[in-house]
């Protein structure tokens, strides 16, 4: 896992979301890359939002089950690498959050 939702103020659906499309390939290889999951665990979306104009265009949201390994600082760094990722292809403001879900009550059938 992450369960990855990449939201796009509709504002701008139609100069980025063609550039998120082609891109979420490399950015699924990046999460698995920097969290250690296999593909498989990976999900992402990328969903068409209306937004205030004083807010980033792009929302990323991360949702992981805890590790060892995934530490706050570590996380930032997966955050900060989204965010630079995401803002090259779209030239656009992107806000990544990360949050760790409770591993005793999180249900996932595939």
């Known amino acids: ?16 979301s063609g550039k998120l499309i082609d ?8 999460l698995c890359d ?4 296999d593909r498989s665990a990976c999900h992402l979306v990328l969903i068409g939002v209306g937004a205030p104009v ?15 390994e995934r530490t706050q600082a570590s996380l930032r760094t997966v955050a900060g690498r989204l965010r630079e990722r995401i803002t090259n292809v779209t030239g656009l403001g992107v806000a990544v959050r990360i949050a760790m879900l409770d591993p005793r009550t999180y249900v996932a059938l595939k």
């Not at 896992?1 to 980025?16: E, Q, R």
């Not at 920097?34 to 999951?37: D, E, I, N, Q």
């Open 1 to 16: 896992m992450p369960n990855t939702k990449i939201y796009l103020d509709t504002a701008h659906w139609d100069v980025a």
């Open 23 to 30: 891109g979420l390939p490399s950015l699924r290889e990046l």
């Open 34 to 37: 920097m969290l250690a999951v």
């Open 54 to 68: 004083d807010q980033p265009p792009i929302n990323v949201e991360v949702l992981l089950l805890p590790g060892r």
